[in-house]
């Protein structure tokens, strides 16, 4: 991959792995509250979230953004290396999560058919009860992956709040910011106000003038104005 075109394209990047990040975040709260809930997480929503080698989901795209944004750059920036590093421990512990999920859609049921058969030999019973509890671990295995993808999923967000500053006068992440307030804000929460002080500290105006000008730049003059018009209302 070409150096030079990966820089060309560095602004779009920057906000693709922000708004991907968002995007699998809100995904997995939705999946986890429902863990909360029932006790059990969804195969096909792990199937869906990832994808496959030659049909990529969100998460599986989120990844490899990451690597070319992150490792690209001849002196790695370290705060990227570290969510390049998170985002891929997130997918990875999805696969895990997608695996556990199938055996207990799957095989659980069966096991607690062949269990509960009356007609069933003794020894045969016996050996189905003792690997059952091996399949029981996967419940346990499920607690400990929804934990860690959670911790590193807070930690991703301390990282971009530290990693972004520097692309304060990205136009499309500034755009991004603008359309998608309610998005970064549902994902970030408490710490949303803090995250855009920090990645503009020096001019609370800006995020709304790049995003007027991005919008402008591809035609969107009514948004452009609704932009502008905010940064008014905001900070007159």
Known sequence: ??????KSKFPEFVRDVLRDFCLVSQ???TEFSRHAQTGQVSFTFFKDLLGEEMNKGLLWTLKDTSHILFRSEAQPDRTGLYLDWCIGYIFHECMKLREDAYQQEKYRPWFEMMH???ALPPEEKLIGKELFTVLEQTSESIDREI???KFILFHCRRLFAMFLPQHQDNPLLARF???Q???????FKSSYNELIQKIYS???TKLYRLAAQSLEQGGWTEESAKARNRARL???
Do not use: G, T, Y
């Open 202 to 204: 020096q001019d609370h």
């Open 177 to 179: 910011f603008f359309a």
């Open 116 to 118: 509960a058969n009356p």
């Open 181 to 187: 307030e309610d998005l970064v804000r549902n994902v």
């Open 27 to 29: 995904c997995l709260f």
């Open 234 to 236: 905001v900070f007159p």
């Open 147 to 149: 934990s860690r993808i």
């Open 1 to 6: 991959m070409s150096k030079s075109w990966v």
